[in-house]
């Protein structure tokens, strides 16, 4: 193969559970041994979440809003809020196995 020729190599992975999956793929020619190393994680299946904030005009309200890890890596995340009167850490992190409340807050400015 020339230096700009591309061999594709499909591979399928069908996890029966969440974790972290690993796996070493060894290609082997008369002249050539490639070593790859390929690590899959698999969360699990999360329905999407929707929250309503029903709060007296200028009250603020607060709600903790639970972030499980378990994966087999801490998680850092970096928090994008859009929308006025919402606010919240613009970084959680969340070590391996444990489970972090993030604080999102509501302060309405108006009726």
Do not use: G, R
């Given at each position: 193969l020339g230096g700009n020729d591309i061999v594709e190599f499909p591979i399928k992975f069908t996890p029966k559970y969440a974790g972290s999956?690993?796996?070493q793929i060894i290609l082997k020619s008369f002249c050539d041994i490639r070593v790859y190393e390929i690590e899959c994680v698999v969360n699990a299946d999360?329905?999407?979440?929707?929250?309503?904030?029903?709060?007296?005009a200028y009250q603020t309200v607060t709600q903790e809003i639970?972030?499980?890890?378990?994966s087999?890596?801490?998680?850092?995340?970096?928090?994008?809020?859009e929308g006025q009167c919402f606010h919240g850490p613009p970084v959680i992190n969340v070590p391996v196995g444990e489970t972090v409340q993030y604080p999102l807050t509501f302060k309405p400015v108006a009726e």
């Open positions: 999956y690993h796996c999360q329905a999407d979440a929707q929250l309503e904030f029903l709060t007296p639970p972030i499980s890890n378990i087999s890596e801490d998680w850092k995340f970096e928090a994008v809020l």
